[in-house]
């Protein structure tokens, strides 16, 4: 008999997962050290990011099928990603996961990977204020 892979965007579910990205940008929207390089209107920052998880666990390429492959390193370069800012992203994204109730292995395994991605998009010391300026 052949198992069905577990595929974390079912488990979690779309509007759970919709519901976690607004108020991830939500906070991100009051947190002063991310606030200064996202865009006063996070509405399309928060669409595109909603694709880009849906496709990041499992579901469909939703995500690539608009805007073509990630390429997540070079599409943060022109903003200073330093560890302070990846530390905080990835608190605002662990309190949008409280806020949904999203708990257990799926929830371990879903931020372990998160923290992998946003270290990889580390791309400026902190308190590197001139570079990219
Ligand atoms: C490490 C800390 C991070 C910071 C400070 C950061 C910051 C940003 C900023 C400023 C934008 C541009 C927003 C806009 O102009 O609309 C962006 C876009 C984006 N970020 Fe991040 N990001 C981080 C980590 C991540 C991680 C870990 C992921 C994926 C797991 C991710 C996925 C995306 C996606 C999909 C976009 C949209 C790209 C596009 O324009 O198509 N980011 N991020």
Redesign the pocket.
Known sequence: MTQRPIIPFEEIGEETLGQMMKIFYSKVATNPI?KP???DDLT??TR??TQ?QIQ?LGGPNV?SEE?GH?M?KA??MP?K?TPE??QA?LECMSEAMDEVGLEGKIREVYYKR?VL??HH??NAPDNDEEVFE
Do not use: G, N, S, V
Request: proline share 8%; no cysteine.
């Open positions: 991310l390089i996202f865009p399309e920052t595109k990011q880009f990041y995500y805007h990630p997540l599409r943060h903003f990603i800012r990846a992203w998160l991605t946003a998009m580390i």
